[in-house]
């Protein structure tokens, strides 16, 4: 089997579905879908099988949730949204990696938020987030990411006092507290590989695809 | 004349364009338009005349380069993204008011400084961004916000440090800090207005159409 460079378990969010071949190309090659309430009209509509749909349920057109009677997994928690449900789920059934798709594109209060609980994820599994734009990739200490030259690349820091650094990226970081969102975003990568040096804080990477 | 409940000057940016009936109602009734680089292509094949077209002007196609020659603004600084450069024109000229429209949509971490950006504008004018999905409004003292029973409302920090209480939201805010991004979405108003509380603060309030 060819090694596939994103993990083989998907959680397909309810936000706006997948259009770019990356993502899509994810939905397709996954063996295990995780599936958040009202996504599953969209995967049933296009005949992918889901392993679980979970959720409050109440966004399934009664159809579909008849044919997904047996993989129906109605959690109402009012403290937690469906991305995260479907990550407690994941955990619980000891899966550790997942690539999450589907989640922004829709309101942007919701869009921020997914985005933000990925920091929170990567304490519990390997976790990524891919949309029709690139990849949001979470980390907590010095990570050097694959990139190509000339990809754009943007850093968030949700953990506003702590120093950040760069190697390999056009605008270098150097012992930086990003206090804004703003302040990280639309750098470059000058190399096959770039590096983000932080120790015990919450960032974001985003890599352009393109 | 009708007084209009949002400005009439408005900035659009080249995200998604516009196509709820409320950004749209604004961009159609906006007496000054001030339009970020690539999104010219748009407004003129929509037949709307821009007062100014700012940026670093290499996304606009030629024949709408020609058409706009006389309000072309050339801004190619590399420390300021095109919404930035554009709340700058607009202080400029002595405008007090804004509404950012065409800022969401596209890339997420586009999206995300566009819409962190908003505090910093507020220091200089009032502004807001009206999207597909809502409203954001950043506020920096005690607000009340115009409401209805069941809107949705999210409420984001960017000061991690700073107390915010709420009044009439159905999950009631006291002196609490939100630490991260999600902490404060996917709330609800309970009547006519809703008050958020807070002191100098940085904080995003959205609330959603309907």
């Given at each position: 089997m060819e090694k596939s460079e994103f993990s083989r378990n998907v959680i397909l969010c309810n936000g706006q579905f997948p259009s770019h071949h990356i993502p899509?190309?994810?939905?397709?090659?996954a063996h295990t879908r995780i599936c958040c309430d009202g996504a599953a009209n969209v995967l049933y509509k296009k005949k992918l099988q889901p392993r679980v749909v979970i959720g409050d349920l109440d966004s399934i057109e009664p159809e579909i949730?008849?044919?997904?009677?047996?993989?129906?997994?109605?959690?109402?928690?009012e403290n937690t949204n469906d991305q995260t449900k479907a990550i407690?789920?994941?955990?619980?059934?000891?899966?550790?990696?997942?690539?999450?798709?589907?989640?922004?594109?829709?309101?942007?209060?919701?869009?921020?938020?997914?985005?933000?609980?990925?920091?929170?994820?990567?304490k519990m599994l390997s976790v990524c987030m891919v949309?029709?734009?690139?990849?949001?990739t979470p980390i907590s200490s010095t990570t050097v990411f694959q990139s190509f030259v000339g990809q754009q690349v943007s850093i968030f820091s949700l953990?506003?006092?702590k120093e950040i650094?760069?190697?390999?990226?056009?605008?270098p970081l150097s012992h930086k507290t990003l206090q804004s969102w703003w302040e990280g975003t639309l750098n470059e990568s000058?190399?096959?590989?770039?590096?983000?040096?932080?120790?015990?804080?919450?960032?974001?990477?985003?890599?352009k695809f393109t």
């Open positions: 899509l190309s994810i939905l397709l090659a949730k008849d044919a997904f009677a047996d993989i129906l997994v109605h959690n109402s928690d407690q789920w994941a955990v619980s059934q000891g899966i550790k990696d997942v690539v999450i798709l589907g989640a922004t594109g829709k309101r942007e209060d919701h869009t921020l938020g997914n985005i933000s609980l990925l920091v929170a994820y990567a949309t029709d734009y690139g990849i949001f953990s506003q006092n650094s760069s190697e390999q990226l056009k605008y000058l190399a096959q590989s770039f590096r983000i040096v932080c120790n015990n804080a919450e960032v974001l990477v985003f890599q």
